[in-house]
């Protein structure tokens, strides 16, 4: 493919920043001329299980550089996760276990081939690297950075000014994400606005250490559902790529109007012509915007799922929330008789046998907010004991549909 066609297919409207234009076409350049692809860096923190569509903007972004024919180099930050990475937090990150971070990192792996195109692909673990340095190295590996310099990402300096601790291992968090790029020898490294300072501390590095800094390719960041935040699995604001159809398209539904035009920008593969005829249209009026958010829920459905389960996703959305009836399909929840005592089960061990809710106290906190019911009626917060039989629906919010089965 001719060069600068590349590039601007690269640097469409799903890109916010590049450090820099002129070294990128230069990159791609020197590629062609060698017929050796680019090394491009992904680095992923798995704190929380699953990939949500806020992951799949940068993910996609790897897509495109993959479909050039470059190699996309994807980092489990098994160490750095550890860590937990600093970038838009006033408090240090609650440090997660090791057994933890394994679980959600198994996740990751399975549920990024989704997007990426596995024959481009190479996964590998931070831990590789730095569960091999010895105290002595990083020492002489922190030697490269200051102080003053660390402190000028904008996280530590709002957090200074309020008299907010700052923990020194955060303060190592760009030192080792930087050492990343220069183990993988990355020619670009992708990431969110927020990862700015970062992926500058990774070109720095590798200048420091003998190679070719990398470009810093930076998408937006997608709002989460509730229409004022970044999209997080840690606030309930997201839609994952591994849920349900029916509740990926609930979910979709739910965006705020002022989101419409933003999801289709960040959240589907539509082409940036198809996504700015949709934004004329909802601009001048001409059709209702819930039509708009109908088709783009169908998008986002069909495109990790498939059209045959986006139509059915659609037509159970028109059932349950036109009709008010139940989903035609519905997961089915298997509860074993002989852990039922006279005929009832506790609620937040029927949610998490249901994948609705990750811990019982999460499970409880579905059900204070009236979340949750059985047949219809909303389970109560005094006897969060539930009778239950086969056949039985339990409904989690207002998008999540679940069919009971006893088995012996």
């Known amino acids: 493919m001719d060069v600068d066609l590349a590039l601007e297919r690269l640097l469409d409207s799903r890109t916010a920043q590049v450090f820099t234009r002129d070294e990128l076409r230069a990159k791609l350049v020197q590629s062609a001329e060698k017929g050796e692809p680019l090394r491009v860096k992904l680095g992923v923190d798995p704190t929380a299980p699953d990939i949500h569509l806020g992951h799949a903007v940068v993910l996609r972004k790897m897509r495109q550089f993959q479909d050039l024919g470059h190699v996309g180099v994807l980092i489990i930050g098994d160490y750095t996760a550890m860590v937990g990475d600093p970038s838009g937090k006033n408090k240090t990150r609650p440090q997660l276990s090791y057994e933890e971070i394994e679980r959600n990192a198994a996740t990751y792996k399975e549920q990024v081939f989704k997007i990426l195109d596995p024959q481009r692909t190479e996964i590998v673990l931070n831990g590789d690297w730095f569960k091999q340095l010895g105290f002595a190295e990083v020492l002489r590996l922190t030697a490269r950075f200051t102080v ?173 929330f036109r009709r008010k009836e139940l989903p035609s399909e519905m997961p089915v929840v298997e509860v074993n008789t002989e852990s039922l005592q006279d005929g009832k089960v506790w609620i937040a061990t ?43 629906t339990l409904k989690v919010g207002k998008h999540r549909f679940f069919r009971i089965e006893l088995r012996k």
């Open 148 to 320: 003053a310099r660390l402190l000028e990402r904008d996280d530590f300096e709002k957090r200074l000014s309020k008299n907010q601790p700052i923990s020194l291992h955060e303060v190592l968090y760009p030192v080792m994400q930087a050492y990343d790029s220069v183990m993988v020898r990355a020619d670009v490294e992708l990431g969110a606005t927020e990862q700015t300072f970062n992926i500058l501390m990774g070109r720095q590095l590798q200048e420091q250490m003998g190679q070719e800094r990398q470009i810093g390719l930076l998408v937006p960041v997608l709002t989460g559902t509730c229409g004022s935040v970044r999209m997080s699995k840690s606030i309930g604001n997201y839609i994952g790529i591994a849920e349900s159809p029916q509740e990926m398209f609930g979910k979709t539904m739910s965006v705020p109007d002022k989101l419409i035009c933003e999801y289709l920008r960040l959240a589907t593969d539509y082409e940036i012509g198809q996504i700015e005829r949709l934004e004329e249209v909802l601009s001048g009026g001409e059709t209702n915007p819930r039509d708009v958010k109908f088709q783009l829920a169908k998008r986002i459905v069909t495109e990790y799922h498939g059209q045959e389960a986006a139509e059915t996703a659609a037509s159970d959305f028109e059932r349950v």
């Open 350 to 392: 029927l949610l998490r046998l249901a994948n609705a809710a990750s811990s019982n106290s999460s499970a409880l906190g579905l059900v204070r907010q009236g979340a949750v019911s059985i047949d219809g009626a909303r389970v109560d917060t005094e006897a969060p004991d539930v009778k239950i039989a086969s056949g039985m």
